[in-house]
């Protein structure tokens, strides 16, 4: 599919592709939400490619790559968050016999969705002790202890996990 | 694998994702914005070593393809593997294994300029050169039209390793991970 340069083909995939979405009773907005992420460089692209290649070949390269995003755009938006992070586990299962252990899979996904707002909170807190100080921006200077600090509350959350006997659980 | 570990993975996965939230900068010329989301294989690698290292984006690609938000911009979900931006995200477990498996291997000599050195190859050369092939692939480019595209970021990369190279200098000498498990390893 990739390789499809045929512009007729490739509307009416994007056709089909946003008769798939109605199908899916997904609002109309989500199909231009969908897009908005890709839109700039896909222009960008279009521009390139017309001054390089012409007409026919830039309007291939932009429909080709707005058909493969709604397409796979559509399975990320029809699928539950849930489904997909039991789809993982239920693929570290298989990849079990190569010494993947998929409880660990599943306390990293979990680990790292904690993480995210935690390590967002204490880069906050190195940037308002900089404000107070009077400084202004990021300084990088704070970035090494700032690692260091998160490194050591992840080894005491590591041990408090450990303690608490999760690898021998089985 | 300890849990500690799986502790550090989860950790920077989620750190490559903070990286991408942090303020972007924007250009004006080019068309995507500069952000500190390549950053996090650099960390990665540097940090924790190759394994490990690589793990945890192999965790992060993994939990943007599943659909979560945590590439720059708020973009996730199967839809980014289409985008012509594509291969620089694949890149990046790639990329923090080659960092970490040189780190490793230089690791009792380790200092800036040779940590600022293979953070250049592993965090500039690998995602670049997986980047610019999927951008020429997906956007119909030749190669080097889509590494004409790419060069832009350059500056901003260059300034992202080096300071991925002082902080892994300063978090080697202050709280070294990667001699922590040398040491520890009997204990497996």
């Known amino acids: 599919m990739i390789a499809a340069n045929d512009v007729g083909l490739l509307a009416g995939l994007i056709g089909a592709t946003i008769l798939l979405y109605v199908a899916a009773r997904l609002p109309f907005g989500t199909i231009f939400a969908a897009l908005r992420p890709v839109l700039i460089i896909c222009g960008f692209i279009f521009a390139l490619q017309l001054v390089l290649a ?30 997909m992070l039991d789809t993982l586990t239920s693929a570290a299962r298989g990849l079990a016999p190569l010494g993947i252990d998929p409880p660990k899979i599943a306390l990293a996904v979990g680990l790292t969705i904690r993480f995210i707002p935690m390590l967002l909170h204490d880069f906050q807190e190195v940037q308002n002790a900089r404000k107070t100080r009077g400084g202004r921006g990021f300084s990088i200077l704070a970035a090494g202890p700032l690692i260091i600090k998160i490194l050591r509350m992840t ?3 590591g041990n408090a996990i450990a303690a608490r006997g999760f690898e021998n659980r089985k | 694998m300890r849990i500690q570990d799986v502790a550090y993975i989860a950790l920077f996965a989620a750190l490559t994702a903070v990286l991408g939230l942090i303020p972007r900068i924007d250009l004006g010329f080019v068309p995507v914005p500069i952000t500190a989301q390549s950053l996090g294989p650099m960390l990665a690698g540097s940090i924790l070593g190759a394994r490990r290292g690589a793990l945890s984006q192999v965790l992060f690609v993994l939990l943007v393809a599943v659909g979560l938000p945590l590439l720059a911009g708020g973009r996730g979900g199967l839809g980014v593997f289409a985008s012509p931006s594509a291969g620089f995200v ?32 592993g965090g ?9 092939a999927g951008l020429a692939l997906i956007a119909g480019l030749s190669l080097r039209d889509a590494g004409a595209a790419s060069i832009v970021f350059l500056p901003g990369d260059l300034l992202k390793a080096a300071l991925a190279a002082s902080v892994a200098i300063f978090v080697k000498r202050g709280y070294p991970v990667i001699e922590t498990r040398q040491v520890r390893s009997d204990d497996l």
């Open chain 1, 54 to 83: 012409g007409l026919p070949q830039a309007a291939a390269t932009a429909l080709r790559i707005i058909a493969l995003v709604l397409l796979t755009s559509l399975v990320t938006l029809t699928t539950r968050l849930s489904d």
């Open chain 1, 155 to 157: 080894d005491a959350l």
């Open chain 2, 124 to 132: 500039i050369g690998i995602v670049y050169a997986i980047g610019i």
């Open chain 2, 90 to 121: 694949i890149a990046f477990p790639l990329a923090a294994a080659l960092i970490g498996l040189a780190t490793e291997r230089v690791w009792s000599r380790l200092g800036f300029l040779s940590a600022f050195a293979i953070n250049i190859v």
